[in-house]
Nanobody, 127 residues
Framework: QVQLVESGGGSVQAGGSLRLSCVVS????????MGWFRQAPGKEREGVAT?????????YYADSVKGRFTISQDNAKKTLYLQMNSLKPEDTAMYYC???????????????????WGQGTQVTVSS
């Protein structure tokens, strides 16, 4: 089993910044994908950003966050980060980190590629 614990969420004003962290523990013998998803009430879960750790560290971002969010990882600490700048009210959602253990068919933001999920951390952006 792999455990993921997110932190860093909170309430901020539009234009503010937050840094989300996801500590990965357990049987972390292989992590192919490491990513962030979010879901707002009444909306579908959507991919925010992902690192293809097992494929050269390529990163992918949702168009809505490009230029504002940055995904990164600290391999030594086994921690995934999401730096969120210039936050907008539409960024309000529960944010989840997720990891996939093996390569699977599908786009980077396809949830089926991920095997373990964190409990989520709430991000609220006021106007």
């Amino acid at each position: 089993q792999v455990q993921l614990v997110e932190s860093g969420g909170g309430s901020v004003q539009a234009g503010g910044s937050l840094r989300l962290s996801c500590v990965v523990s357990g049987d972390t013998y292989s992590l192919y994908y490491m990513g962030w998803f979010r879901q707002a009430p009444g909306k579908e879960r959507e991919g925010v950003a992902t690192i293809y750790t097992g494929s050269g560290g390529m990163t992918y971002y949702a168009d809505s966050v490009k230029g504002r969010f940055t995904i990164s990882q600290d391999n030594a600490k086994k921690t995934l980060y999401l730096q969120m700048n210039s936050l907008k009210p539409e960024d309000t959602a529960m944010y989840y980190c997720a990891v996939g253990l093996v390569s699977r068919t599908g786009n980077w933001d396809n949830a089926r590629k991920y095997d373990y999920w964190g409990q989520g951390t709430q991000v609220t952006v006021s106007s």
